[in-house]
């Protein structure tokens, strides 16, 4: 458990370059953007597939393609949607709320239990999230913007959704991720035929960056959250999660494009001492607690 948990934090790493990699690849309208990245993404899994040992052919439960599909291109399609609707500070931290979720939720899983631990340091998490997200602006809910509000909460419940239904079918293989991939960037494609005009990226600098996007942040890392979320602590990974906008805005300020402050420190204190919280048992149970994770 603890290497798929491991496994599952490489994600939230790779997640940390979003930000970054999306404002490098220019002024791509959001769907052809998705569309490329998760052509690469597609990519990423065919070439893993081409390494890994034969794996044994499984017939994959319909409700598997739905979750999967929803998860990926829902999630997208709707914190696209409420970007649209609503102001991207206040949409985001919505959508920011399917860590707290996936942690929440766990305890309705089969062999789950949630600890107080587990509940503090989401919150703890959360807290760290609202002050990154929020910056110097503050938040401002307006009922104008309350179909877009919905949109951002529709996102947090399809991704924490995917993510908690996904533990149920752990003997599917990762692999999967791949069709879930493919299928996205069809519908990506799709939506931005009907949607956008399309715009291609202005140099081999903003080439790189969607490349970069679809290998890691939008290919390799829905691959590693699969192994995370079916075989590693949901509930520490959850509680985790929310170091994504913490080291997406480190990665900012280390290349520039944002500014050290009081609020950094503080986010980094309270997300980083969240999960080390959740991750309380793991981290500090000994070997009494090492062995019943092993023997889960």
């Known amino acids: 458990m603890a290497r798929a948990t491991l496994i599952g934090f490489s994600a939230i790493a790779m997640w940390a370059l979003l930000a970054l990699l999306t404002d490098a690849s220019g002024s791509m309208p959001p769907f052809q953007l998705s569309a490329i990245c998760f052509a690469i993404g597609t990519c990423v899994g065919l070439a893993a597939r081409a390494f890994a040992p034969p794996a044994r052919r499984e017939k994959i439960p319909p409700q598997v393609w739905l979750i999967g599909i929803a998860?990926?291109?829902?999630?997208?399609f709707f914190y696209f949607t409420a970007l649209r609707n609503a102001p991207a500070v206040e949409a985001s931290l919505i959508a920011y709320l399917w860590p707290l979720l996936i942690v929440l939720g766990s305890a309705l899983m089969p062999g789950e239990k949630l600890a107080w631990n587990h509940v503090a340091g989401a919150?703890?998490?959360?807290?760290?999230?609202?002050?990154?997200?929020?910056?110097?602006?503050?938040?401002?809910?307006?009922?104008?913007?309350?179909?877009g509000y919905a949109m951002a909460g529709v996102c947090a419940f399809l991704w924490s959704g995917y993510s908690l239904l996904s533990r149920r079918f752990p003997s599917v293989p990762?692999?999967?991720?791949?069709?879930?991939?493919?299928?996205?960037?069809?519908?990506?494609l799709v939506c931005h035929l009907l949607l956008e005009e399309t715009v291609w990226p202005a140099g081999t600098g903003q080439w790189l960056a969607v490349l970069g996007l679809g290998?890691?942040?939008?290919?390799?890392?829905?691959?590693?959250?699969?192994?995370?979320?079916?075989?590693?602590n949901i509930q520490v990974l959850g509680a985790a999660s929310y170091?994504?906008?913490?080291?997406?805005?480190?990665?900012?300020?280390?290349?520039?494009?944002?500014?050290?402050?009081w609020r950094?420190?503080?986010?980094?204190?309270?997300?980083?001492?969240?999960?080390?919280?959740?991750?309380?048992?793991?981290?500090?149970?000994?070997?009494?607690?090492?062995a019943a994770e092993a023997g889960r």
């Open 215 to 232: 290998l890691m942040p939008v290919g390799a890392a829905f691959y590693a959250w699969d192994i995370g979320v079916k075989r590693g």
């Open 123 to 147: 919150l703890l998490g959360l807290a760290g999230t609202v002050l990154i997200i929020t910056k110097g602006g503050g938040l401002s809910f307006d009922a104008r913007y309350g179909f």
């Open 174 to 188: 990762t692999t999967i991720v791949t069709w879930f991939c493919l299928a996205t960037a069809v519908l990506s």
């Open 243 to 261: 170091a994504a906008p913490l080291l997406s805005t480190l990665v900012l300020i280390a290349a520039g494009f944002a500014e050290p402050s």
């Open 71 to 76: 998860g990926l291109f829902g999630y997208h």
């Open 264 to 290: 950094i420190l503080a986010a980094c204190m309270l997300i980083t001492g969240g999960a080390v919280l959740a991750a309380k048992a793991l981290l500090f149970g000994g070997r009494k607690v090492a």
